[in-house]
């Protein structure tokens, strides 16, 4: 006997990671969550959405370049409005690597990327929101191990090359 449960709501966690493709769960989360805002400006990821079933809103993060998910956050109203009203977004998935932290912790499913053109820029925004980023914390973000990480950034170092090329100029 088929469920009549005009959505799927509830039987996800208040942080739910929804997996693209796979069984057809996604497709099952979406069928009745329409994106209302988008963030914009610099961070291309999060979105505010809304079940048209239920009316429960979500913060969601899509996150296709290493895990291949999207990352929901269930939202009070309040926070939903806040959201509406002033752009005022709760800061879990603001940050690319809090993200990528967050899938890291709650998701298995990498995606496999070819090295040389899938993880450079990943690096590059990572170093971008937090210069300090170690290799090590690089490497356990994208799923590679520190020296792929070095050895992807080139043997004297990607960004100090790129640096010294912005001076040379
Ligand atoms: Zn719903």
């Given amino acids: 006997m088929r469920e009549a449960a005009p959505c799927i709501c509830a039987t996800l966690d208040d942080?739910?990671?929804v997996h693209i493709g796979g069984d057809g769960h996604d497709e099952r989360v979406f069928a009745t969550i329409d994106v209302v805002r988008w963030h914009g400006d610099l961070l291309w990821w999060?979105?505010?959405?809304?079940?048209t079933a239920c009316g429960q809103d979500w913060m969601i993060a899509q996150e296709e370049r290493i895990y291949d998910d999207h990352y929901l956050k269930r939202l009070t109203p309040d926070e939903a409005g806040a959201i509406m009203a002033r752009d005022l977004w709760p800061d879990d998935f603001l940050c690319?690597?809090?993200v990528l932290r967050f899938g890291q912790r709650n998701?298995?499913?990498f995606r496999f990327l070819d090295p040389r053109s899938?993880?450079?820029p990943i690096i590059e925004d990572l170093r971008k929101e937090r210069p300090g980023i170690s290799e090590a914390e690089i490497g356990e973000l994208i799923g590679i191990s520190e020296k792929?990480?070095?050895r992807l950034m080139g043997p004297e170092g990607w960004f100090e090359r790129i640096g010294r090329k912005l001076l040379a100029l």
């Fill in 46 to 51: 999060p979105k505010l959405s809304r079940c």
């Fill in 15 to 17: 942080m739910a990671v």
């Fill in 148 to 150: 792929q990480v070095v």
């Fill in 96 to 98: 690319y690597e809090a």
């Fill in 118 to 120: 899938g993880l450079l």
């Fill in 107 to 109: 998701s298995r499913a």
